[in-house]
Structure formats: structure tokens, C-alpha cells
């Protein structure tokens, strides 16, 4: 079994069957499409994905046929069954597309509308049969007791939904186990596993209060007989949980799935994919699983590519004739004769490159692509695209302009935010609409949104004053669950008399707050300005918008015929808002309003600025300049940049990105800076004597905003293992976000106009000031503004926003629990002086929480950051890195450098290279997949080490090919290469040290070798108390908790295995348990279930009352290693004993001749275990020193002499003489407190060996 930490259920443990397919590349593939496909572009935090989600499904799967199975047996679940419903409901996503259901519900129907019905579960079943036949899982299932025959047929129909109702045709299972069809996809009432974990875990994510429990609905599930055949029931009393459940369902697409923006921003993606689905194919895929391997979210990128290029199409090399660039020359020179007005085109201000586009979907063929060689003005781009169509239309070597250029537009004005504008909604009539003729002829299950667009445009056309052409109308379905159900008319209940009787609710059983409608179809309309990228034609487009907003409801009243529309009688110029929100009475109606508050918070500008939903912070409204900077491409980028790197690949739920965090920090940093404000207007009561002016909190946020700007590729592992080990890279984290704020500001006229003169304040911000420096080395601000310094960057001691919300925000997202409260340190902060200059400090009674906050660094670290495999996973993504870098641009010493090379820099970097297809990239490309199929070094083993073999690796490797060496004497059919190791070692404690040096590079660092004391960690840490808030403290020694470590640094070395071998692996574990054990005197022995040390063994270091789960069944011939052994005859340590020193004994027999033959094997064994503690004082007092051995001299001991001891377990004889001479009656386990306690009366000599007593053996021996 394996166990994932995942953030909403804690620690799944899953079937080593299951663990199997999610290490294929066919599985790994969904850590690559998004669960919500683009809100994650509207909502932060929903960056979670299929991966996580399917895990989860597969879970709560196996949880409630656990429930079943448990209370009743009659059922006959049988672990055939059971592993099955997991492995559909593992796999039941796998066929979806980039973008989740944007693939399925909106793209496909539009590029292949004869199979506008295809379905992502047919794909998930044709990628289960591509995952099988690659990976040869049908063998690993054949190993499990899986019938393939018939159980892949069952897990098919799983994943289709099997069936609604009818005659039973399931070929799986026959109709008595017909319940097991409705646990993963119930077609029958919609009451599945798949929904309970998408519920829950997109609220998480969301930030969406979550009231539906699906523990209460999975522990009431029952199954009983309707009409003949099994259901799935649940308990009468959890019919509100079951409306509760569809309820929560339609609350999400209602403030989510169908947010208004979110909604457009899909249409616009839809758009681009249609448009490049000619060149790239991207249709194509679904009809070849290798292929649809390779299709993930990465399109996005894929498509967007350079802001440089000018277009792209097929080159036809055969009518090919001379060279490209004359011809691209003459046709720039005839664009510009023909095309007067404007800027005119340079033909030597382009390249043109051909290359094979390297994509393993794509035929083989050339690419023609034209580049600006520099950034252009919006209007020559536009030109330069309109010559190279013209080109590819005249020109016969050119097969076809693509649309690429096209598509990639569309996505650079969702990168910079540059969308349509929501100008109202309403709901249809839909029962009108049906008269119509055209949706009379309508199949059931058409596209009727597609249809009732169709009508409206034709019989009720958006006509507002200005700009007719520019404004679209969208129809869009919105529900609880099955079109036109009540949700639980499907649903059967049992009651608590009654379990076995199946029934459907009354009307009166059930609450009268219900809607009266269950489904409605919602009419939107969206202007599309022109030239948004001109900033100058805002004041006019915004215009327009607000004339179109005021004549909608107007536009309303005329189609009364299909649009549901009643103004308000009291205010009519509401009527839009009424529209929109009038639904029908009940939770429907509460949920319609709470979703309008929650879209006008998503991206709707509020007079002080925009609101974003965090789902840690909540609801964070920032200032309109940070939400300039938030819409740019430079930060845009970040929500491409994974928070915790490598993480994801070990802990599925951390998919957050430096994106949600660079605005949580930001929060933080304003929501501080309004603490220490409000404490100082209350002390001094003179709004004049402001402590912090708004635009100094203004600019403190926007350098939390832009800290992490600079990150690149899976942030740290950019940082710090790809640039080290790059020595002509130049590259550092807080230069690149300087370099990447600055250009945002150039590009901002209003930005750079309101910023000028804080500039040099923002950069020092962001690259930190040590505010503890003798002379103050800040230019942006005087040294009475010293504290502002210390909000986002603090290198004084450590504290700052950064932390606080890295600190929850990771917790969240890995599913570890959080014991730092960051609000109790904010709401104690305040300014104070210390030794002349101002600096932040914090109430006396906090001082735990600060303690707090660095033990939950040094768990993170310890748990996630600085995990055994993600380490190896890091370090093979980084060593992926460097073999792509003289292959990939980006990555270069000279692009790092570049801002707008370096724009391209993201994680899609991994897919870059993952699924090329050219030699150069081959040692990269191998590199990522042995991640992705998990052919990663094994970890045998970690243990703590000295500082000293921190600091040296060297010294650990020689220690660890010292004990292979003699761990392969001991045993010779163990045959352990040194070769096959590597050796690992790292640091874990609670602060990062900054406080304590003046740069991050480590070779400079002061405090690396430093072991940190209670003491030192809150050393630059000064408190307040409550009656005197202006004097500041130190907390004394006798404050601090005395349950609290006495250091706070250790050190970790860890072993790896690099070959793929089991069977070594075990050895190697073995080894390494015993390398360590034997440091720590443990007592030990290797056992063998033949004689001569053949067959098979074992390590054992504790008693064993029998020897099962150790491999073995008796003990024929064994080396003790360290420690004295009892081996019993029988189980439980009875019957014949022997009792064995340190040695080799290669037969053990029961006769009294040494030589006799006759064995009798042990089959129990325990330890005799020795320790005594040696005081040089008597009274337990002087220097002390501790042994489980004996010792001829006291030299090395770190003692001269024994005065009193404490015998804590076995026999000892102390002796008044070196080498055991003169030796005590024996000792046993008590305390002796003087030489006197020990020798014969009178005796006052001290004790100079120590030697430990065996008892004489009760049968013979073959001593070898």
C-alpha cells in the first residue's frame, strides 16, 4: 500500500494496483489539465487538477463499498469488485482534454460537429486500453486476482455510467450487483463519489463555503431492492444532505463554473483552439491515445509562444524557389506601395525561420515563421500580420496561412486582460422558445444552447445605440442536476424501522423552501471593444459599454416573448440587476445573490479597487494600481510558476502558484502597515502625525506584490539548483524582479507617472535593507522610516508577510496542519524604538506564537520542501534544465537576463521538453520521463548527522561505502556496488538565517554553520508589554517554555539507491539500518534459516516472540553482531535456550558435544540488553558517561575514574583496576551512590574498568 497526503480527505492509502496506473505516463498526464480548466484566470487559488481530483475519487469509492460491505455482507463484495469500482473511478477522467469540459462541451462540438455528443468517458476508456498495453498492467492485474477478461469489461462499463435502466445489458457484472454501477457514475439519480469529492474539494480551492457533507451520506448508504433490481439508498433523515448536495452543486457553477468572466474568458479560449486546430491538430488527438497523451493545458503556451511572431504556415518545399528572405523582402516592399496610411514596414526588422515544429501529433513537415527581431508598436504588428497573409495567399510554396497568429492574439488579450465586457443577464423563457419551429425539430439531447443563441440573434437581435456589430449574446444552461428534475425524484430512501424498504419522499416528508424550478437557461450579453491594447480609446469603449448597459433591460422588455423579465416597479433603472437575480423563491435565491456579490468581487472594479477571492485570506480587495500590475503578462506569468516547484509530483493538492501568492503577500503587507497606522493614530489621537502615508503602504504592497516576480521555471529549483550550476549565469532572484517591475512600469503610462518617485523605494523593498546596519544604507526612505522595511523583506530577524502567508497558504494546498496564527502576530504589531532606531515589534504574550511560526518552517521543510523524493525529483528536473539549455533559448545565460526571453520562462518548460521529439533534446527529455514513470533512486535510508558531515559530503560517502563493504562480508549473497549509491545531505531548522548574514548566497553566508540555541531565534526579536506599549523588551530566558528543543538546527544525510532492482533495494535497507543501528550500540543479530549462513535472512534488533513477518521460520545459523542473545527452541521464549556472545555460529545443536550434529532450530528470540551510566563523582555529580559495552580502560571515555553509577539494565562488575582487575560483586539494576555501594565495607576506591556479566550458556555450542 502507498499513502497520499491529500489536502481533503488526509491520508489516502491506496491498492499497490492503483499506485501502479498512477505511475504511468497516461495517469501523470492529468497532473497536467486543470479540474476547473481557466478559473483558475479568475479565482487564484483553483489551480488543483484531474490528478488530485481522481485520486480522491478513487478513495471515497473505496470508502463507501467499505460502508456497504461492512453492514452488509450479504452482498458479496468481493475484493474483485472492490478493486475494480477503484480502478474506474481512478481512471474515470483520464480522457479529458486541455481545460477539462471546455474541451468536450465547447470545442469539439464546434470544430467536429457530427461528433459534437463525443464524451470525455469513451476517451477515458480508450486511454484505460492505451495505459494497459504500454505499461503491461494486464499482467500486474492477472497478478491481483483480476478475471481480464471479465473485470476489464466491468471497469469499462464503470467508467461509460453503465446503465440508467431497462433491461439489464451490463456484460460486467450480471444485475445483482447492479449497485456497484452506481458508485462511481450513477446515471440513475446523479448521487456519485465523483461528485462528492468535486464538491468539496473545488470549494477548497475556490474559497466557496462548502454546507454539503459527504460523510453523512456515505455512512447512511445502504443497498435495497427497487422494483427488482439493487439500489443504492440512503437513510430519510439525509434528504436534506442530498438537496444540500445539488444545492452546493449549482452554488458553484453559479459563482464559478459559469462566472461571468470565467464564462467569457472560456468562449475566447474555445475560440483560439478552433483557430488553431487546423495547424496543430489539436482534434485530431482524440482519435490517437499516444497522441492525446500529449495534449494537455500546455497549448496555452504552446499557442501563445513569442509575443514576436508575425504569423506561421506550412512550407511547400518543392515549389519552393530561391531564398525566403529576398522573398519576404519583396513582399514588405509591395505591402507598403499598396498600403500608404500608417507606419511602414522594414523587412530587415524580421527573421524568418523554417524548422519542423517537433510535435508528435503533427505529420512531418516544414514551418515558415516570420518574427519581429524587437518589440513593435501595436499598429505595426497588426500591419506586419496583414502582409504575411497577403503573402501566404499569393504565394504558391506556401501550402496555407494558419491561424495561429490569430489565436495567439486572442490569448495575449487574456494574458493582458483585455476582455469582453459583461453587460447584463437575463432568463429565458424556455417554454416559449419550444414553440418555435427550429427548436421543435430539436433532438432530446442537442446542443439547445447553441440553437436558442440562433433564435434570439434572429428574432430578438441586441440592438444598443453604438457599436451594434461589437456586442455578442451567449445562452448558457445553469442547474441543480438532471434537466428539469427535482433533484431527489430519482433518489430512494430507507428509514431507520424499515431498512430493507426502499421508498421515495413525499412532498410533505420534505422541506417547503425548495425552488420551484430546478433548471434555467440564462441569456448574457458581452461587448467586445475595439483596439482595447490602445489606452487612449478606454474613456470611449467604457462609453459604450455603460449606454449598452442601460439600454438592456429595455432590449428586455422588447423580447418579453422568450425573456423572462420583470422590472422592478420602484426603480426601473435596476431592472437589469433584477433580471438577473429574480429567481425563484428559496435556496436558489440566496445562492443567486450570494453569486452576484461573489462575480462582482471576481472582476468587477470596485470605486476603491478590485476584490479578489482568496481561500485563505477571503475576500481581498487591493488598490487599482496593484491591479494594474496584477494585469499585465509579466505577473500573469506567475500563475504559471508552481509555488513549491517539484512538490506537486509528491503531494498532488500543491498546485498553488507564486501567482495567488504574490497577492496574498500583498494583502498582508497592506493589511500590516494598517495595524501599525491604526496603533499610532490611537496612541497620538492626531490624524496629522501619521505613522505610514497611504502612498508609502501603497508602495510597500506593490514590493510584496512583485517579490516573486523573478521566479523561474518551479521557482527554487530555477533558483537554486539550476543556476549554481550554471557558472556563467548571472542570474538572481531579486535583480530579475526588479528588472521585471521596472519594465511593467514603462510600459504603464499611469504607472510610471504615479511610481516615478517611489522607484528606488520599491526596488530596495524587494531586495531588502538590513535595518540593524550601523549606517543606514537605504535611499528611498530616512531612517525613521526604517520599519517600513522590515514588512515584506524582514532581514533584521526573519518576520515578515512573505512567511505568514507562504506559511498557511502551503499548509493548505499539501494538507498539513497549520498551529501558526499569522493574525495574532499582526494584530499585536506595532512600531517602537529600539537603540534609536524604529522597528516592529510585538506583544509580550505572543512570544509563542513566534515560536510557533518557525516550527511551522521547519515542519514544512521537513514534510514537503525538503521531502525525500521531492529533493530527487527536483534534482532531476534541474538536471533536465541544464542538458535543454543550450538547445532551448529561454534558457540560456544571455536570455535569463532578458526580459522578454525570460517572459517565456515558465513551467510548461517540462512539457516542452517531455514531449519533443529531436535528438538534441533526448538526454533532457529522458530525464523528465523517469519522473513522470517514476524510475526514480530509491531512498534506503536517512539518519542524523554531525555538522561536520553536513558541511563535508565526502566523509558520509566514505562511512557509507565502508559499511557496504563489510555488509557484503557479512552476508555473502549480498553483492551491493558502492557505485549504486549516492549520497545526500541537508539542513533543517526553524529560521532561514537571513537576519543573520547580509546576502542568500550560501557560499557568504555566516550562519550556515551555525547551530542555532532557543535563545538565538528570537534573539532580534523585541516585544512590548500592555501597560508600557512604548518600551521595548527582550523576553528573558526564565519566559521562554522549558518544553521547547534546547537547538533549533539539524542536519540530515540521506541514502539513494539508483538501480531498479527490489531485491537490492531490500539489501540495501538492511544495510543501512544496520550501519546506523551499530553507531548507535543497538544490540543486533543476523539470522539464517540454514546452516552456514545459507538460505534466506534476516536483521533483527529487538525481541521476537516468533518469528513471523521476518522472512524466516527458524534460526539454523546466525551472527551476533552486537548485544547478548537469547534464541528459545520454541515460540514465546520457551523450551531449550542459548545464549550467545558476539560471534559467528554456523550451526546451533543440542547436544553437550561441540561436535555433535544434531540441530534443533531456534523459533524465538530476545536481547539481553546492557547499560549502565558512570558518574567521576559520587552523588551522581562530576562528568558522566554512558555504555552498553564493556570497557577495559576508562581512556576516551571522557572520565578518569568511577565514584557512582546507575546500572539501568543487565549485570555489571565494576573493577578497582584497569583491564577488569580486582573486580565488584555483580551489580544490578539500582543506583549506587558512593564506591562504598559496590565493594566490601570500607572500600573508597574509584572503579577504572567496567565489564559487563553473561551468564554461562545453559547448552553446548559450535562456536565458528
Partial sequence: MKIFNDPIHGHIELHPLLVKIIDTPQFQRLRHIKQLGTKYLVYPGATHTRFEHSIGVAHLAGCLLKTLRENQPELNITEQDFLCVQIAALCHDMGHGPFSHLFDGMFIPEVQPDDEHWEHEQASVDMFHCMRKKNGLDKEMDRYGLNLDEDITFIEELILKGQKDGEWSMKGRTEDKSFLYEIVANKVNGVDVDKWD?????????????GFDSQRLLKSARVCNVNGRKHICFRDKVADNV????????????????????????????????????????????????????????????????????????????????????????????YNRSHTAGPKLKADD??????DPGIKRLPKCLVIRVYHKTDVAQEVHKKAQECFLEWCREEDFIDS??????????????????????????????????????????????FKTKLYKEILNKFGKFKPPQEEKNFDIHVLEMGFGEVGNEPIDNVHFYSKNEPNRAFKMQKYQVSNLRPKKFHEFLVRVYYNPPNQEDPESEEHWKKVQQEAEKYFPDWCRENKKFIDFEPDSDDNTSSQQTASSSTSAGPAQESRKASSAAEKSQDHPTPSGKIFNDPIHGQIELHPLLVKIIDTPQFQRLRHIKQLGGTYLVYPGATHTRFEHSIGAAYLAGRLAEVLNEKHLKEFKNEQSQLIEEKEILCVQIAALCYNLGHGPFSYVFKDRFIPKDPGNQWTLQDASVWLFLDIVKNNKQLEKELKKDLNFIKELIKGVDTSDEGWPAKGRTEDKAFLYEIVVNKWNGIDVRKWDYFARDCHHLGIPNSFDHQRLLKSARVCEVEGRKHICFRDKVADNIYDMFHTRYTLYQQAYQHKIVNIIEEKISEALIAAKDKIRQLSPTAVTSVKEFMKLNDHIFEEILYSTGDELKDARMKLEDVVK??????????????????????????????????????????????DFTIDTIKLDYSDNKAENKTEDKAENKAENKTETRRDLIKKVYFYRKRNPTEVIKIKEYEISSLLPEEFTEYVGRVYYTKQSDEEERDAKECFRWWRLREDGVCMILVFNQEGFRGNWSLITGDCPSLDGCGITEVRSCKVLSGVWDLYKDPGYSGD????????????????????????????????PFKIQLYEKVNFEGRIFETTEDCPSLDGCG???VRSCKVLSGEWVLCKGPQYTEPSQPLKKRKYEKPEAWGPDGNTAPALSVKRLKSTPSVALIHL
Fill in 1137 to 1168: 535456550h542459548y545464549l550467545l556472545e558476539e560471534g559467528e555460529y554456523g550451526n546451533l545443536n543440542t547436544g553437550s558435544d561441540p561436535i555433535s550434529t544434531t540441530s534443533a532450530p531456534a523459533r524465538s528470540l530476545k536481547c539481553v
Fill in 243 to 334: 438537496y444540500g448536495m445539488f444545492l452546493t452543486r449549482y452554488t458553484l457553477h453559479r459563482q464559478a463554473l459559469q462566472h461571468k468572466i470565467g464564462y467569457i474568458i472560456d468562449v475566447k479560449i474555445k475560440e483560439a483552439l478552433v483557430l488553431a486546430d487546423g495547424e496543430l491538430r489539436i482534434s485530431k488527438a482524440k482519435d490517437n491515445m499516444l497522441e492525446f497523451t500529449e495534449l494537455t493545458d500546455h497549448i496555452f503556451d504552446e499557442i501563445l509562444k513569442s509575443p514576436l511572431l508575425v504569423g506561421e504556415a506550412t512550407l511547400k518545399e518543392t515549389k519552393l524557389k530561391g531564398e525566403l528572405q529576398n522573398k519576404w523582402r519583396i513582399r514588405v516592399k509591395d
Fill in 934 to 979: 517514476r524510475h526514480l533512486p530509491k531512498c534506503v535510508g536517512e539518519t542524523r548527522i554531525t555538522q561536520t558531515e553536513h558541511n563535508d559530503k565526502q566523509i558520509l560517502e566514505e562511512e557509507w561505502n565502508k559499511a557496504v563493504e563489510e555488509w557484503n562480508k557479512l552476508l555473502p549473497t549480498v553483492f551491493l556496488d558502492k557505485k
Fill in 1199 to 1201: 572520565i578518569t575514574e
Fill in 401 to 446: 496561412a494558419d491561424n495561429l497568429a490569430q489565436a495567439q492574439k486572442i490569448l495575449q488579450n487574456i494574458v493582458n486582460r483585455r476582455l469582453p465586457k459583461f453587460v447584463g443577464e437575463v432568463r429565458l423563457k424556455e417554454e416559449e422558445l419550444k414553440e418555435i419551429a427550429e427548436a421543435k425539430a430539436l433532438p432530446d439531447k442537442a
Fill in 350 to 355: 524580421f527573421d524568418i525561420n523554417v524548422t
Fill in 198 to 210: 468535486y464538491l468539496v474539494r473545488d470549494c477548497y480551492y475556490l474559497g466557496i463555503p462548502c
